[in-house]
């Protein structure tokens, strides 16, 4: 870990953009120190795995806590905060979460992400710059999708100054950077793997084919992003992609793999005891008796029988997002909803693998394009059903069977009343939907579309918790509780954010071109104005 630790703090320095001058450079360069320019195909790998893990929030890293938790979690609605001075479950978009978190990503996970790339197209190393690709998609997509704008095509420029792209920009950049990707990565598919990745790739050991898929299937992800506010490009890509070869099978999931060094970062903020289970998640997988939640959470300490499924002890409590200061710091949610499951809650254990994309994922895209008699390789019911069994294969749980025993992917279960709520257990909570596990064969569209993304959303849990809130927002489902109460005054407790605000720091060191995106966005940097993608009525 020293060469990587060392190399980590080379490139903090010299690819940020903005922090040095030119001048600066050739009067205090240390000729006995490691450089960028320095660095060989040797470092290549360390590298390569910096950029890997940090995006991926190892070592709880690059904003896990105050982005991904504080945000992406609870605006998918997978946990609530127990937290009393936690206000993001709240609707208040805390300024210096997100400034901390936005700075750390742009100097600790961008830069050696934009080194590999630029590092190996030098090189003449084609395929490994186009593995980097897919991973810069993959890593500044979901800050794409939150902010609306962000640094892009302009990122490195070595200048005080740097340009947002829009977010419509940045999907025609993203297309072409995948589509050219996976085309040199199935042009040099007798390679095998990467020699010089193959053992820093802590998610595919460097296996072109596999990397290729895993490029594809971002690129489905991205077009049905875009299926409302372009359905013309949405159909063109997603066909592309599926064509091109997406990922089909388990084993070809991607997961970033863990260690003690390199560890799952839930398995530090879990121990400060600070969220719990959503009423949601009860609602859906209790009505669904749905075997995942056993290795999704925990038995609640001081669960509630008196909701329990006729026949069934279900002992896994949730509690609904939005709860006041007062509730949160006079009731024991910690005992009463229920905690991640145990793998995620040893401090100091590697924890489980980070997923970043996998097959049900795949699946369930190709479904949702199948309703739009897209040529997806199957009907929206076949793909549904195949994304089903592919995230219970994932979990272990290849009999299909739901807690019942009875078989789940033609179960006409629905969610269920997740009973009371801690904070008014005078009132019975309605279950948070009506739709049936088994596909509506002759149902509506929009019934049909609801079913593919609960099920989406239940395998997104919980490492793709931005991407979940980035479904909500374009498709509106699946259908979740409201807040108990919101604190901004210009996000109702009935809403949703559409985004994440601009940041402080960029408004002091580079303002000029904060104010130029804020012109991209189409309405003012609050967490009120859609994004490009958001036109469903």
């Not at 002759?442 to 609801?450: D, N, S, V």
Request: with cysteine.
């Amino acid at each position: 870990m020293k060469n990587l630790l060392i190399i980590i703090s080379v490139l903090a320095l010299a690819v940020f953009a903005g922090s040095c001058t030119k001048d600066f450079d050739e009067i205090n360069t240390n000729p006995k120190a490691i450089t960028v320019a320095s660095l060989d195909q040797s470092s290549f790998g360390y590298v390569a795995k910096r950029a890997i893990v940090y995006t991926s929030y190892l070592r709880n890293s690059t904003g896990m806590q105050t982005y991904h938790s504080l945000f992406g979690d609870v605006y998918a609605n997978y946990f609530a905060t127990t937290h009393p001075n936690f206000l993001s479950d709240r609707y208040v978009l805390v300024g210096s979460w997100l400034n901390g978190s936005f700075n750390s990503f742009y100097s600790n996970a961008a830069p050696p992400i934009q080194f590999c790339v630029d590092f190996a197209n030098e090189k003449g190393l084609a395929v490994e710059e186009a593995i980097m690709k897919i991973w810069r998609v993959n890593a500044f997509a979901k800050y794409a999708d939150s902010f609306g704008a962000i640094p892009y095509s302009h990122f490195g420029n070595m200048e005080k100054a740097v340009p947002y792209d829009g977010l419509e920009e940045i999907y025609t950049q993203f297309f072409s950077e995948l589509e050219s990707a996976v085309t040199v990565l199935k042009a040099n598919l007798s390679q095998g793997k990467s020699a010089t990745l193959e053992g820093f790739d802590d998610i595919y050991q460097g296996d072109l084919a596999k990397w290729a898929k895993l490029g594809s299937s971002l690129r489905l992800r991205l077009a049905l992003h875009c299926k409302y506010v372009n359905p013309t490009l949405a159909k063109t890509q997603a066909e592309a992609a599926v064509a091109a070869g997406v990922i089909e099978d388990v084993a070809d999931n991607a997961k970033v793999a863990t260690s003690t060094d390199w560890y799952n970062s839930y398995n530090t903020i879990t121990s400060w005891m600070e969220f719990r289970m959503s009423a949601d998640m009860e609602s859906i997988m209790k009505g669904y008796l749905d075997p995942r939640v056993q290795s999704y959470f925990q038995e609640a300490v001081n669960p509630d029988p008196t909701d329990d499924p006729e026949g069934v002890v279900f002992n896994f409590e949730g509690m609904r997002n939005g709860q006041t200061k007062s509730d949160r710091q006079g009731l024991d949610f910690n005992h009463s909803a229920s905690d991640m499951h145990k793998s995620w809650v040893t401090l100091g254990a590697a924890g489980p693998a980070w997923r970043v994309m996998g097959a049900d994922e795949s699946y369930f895209l190709r479904a949702e394009g199948a309703l739009e008699d897209w040529t997806m390789g199957g009907t929206a019911q076949e793909l549904y059903e195949k994304g089903i069994k592919a995230s219970f294969d994932e979990w272990g749980y290849s009999d299909y069977l739901n807690l019942a025993g009875e078989d789940y992917i033609t179960s006409p279960r629905v969610p269920a009343s997740p009973g009371t709520d801690l904070s008014d257990p005078g009132t019975v909570i309605p279950p948070v939907s009506t739709v049936p596990v088994a596909f509506l064969a002759t149902g509506e569209k929009e019934e049909q579309l609801e079913q593919i993304i609960t099920q989406k959303w239940l395998g997104l849990y919980p490492e793709n918790s931005i991407e979940a809130w980035t479904v909500r927002r374009i498709t509106k489902y699946p259908r979740l509780y409201d807040r108990l109460e919101s604190e901004e005054p210009l996000i109702p407790a009935n809403s949703l954010p559409t985004r994440l605000t601009f940041t402080t720091g960029e408004y002091t060191n580079n303002k000029a071109e904060v104010e130029k995106a804020i012109s991209k966005l189409g309405g003012p940097d609050d967490g009120t104005t859609k994004l490009w993608w958001d036109k469903k009525p």
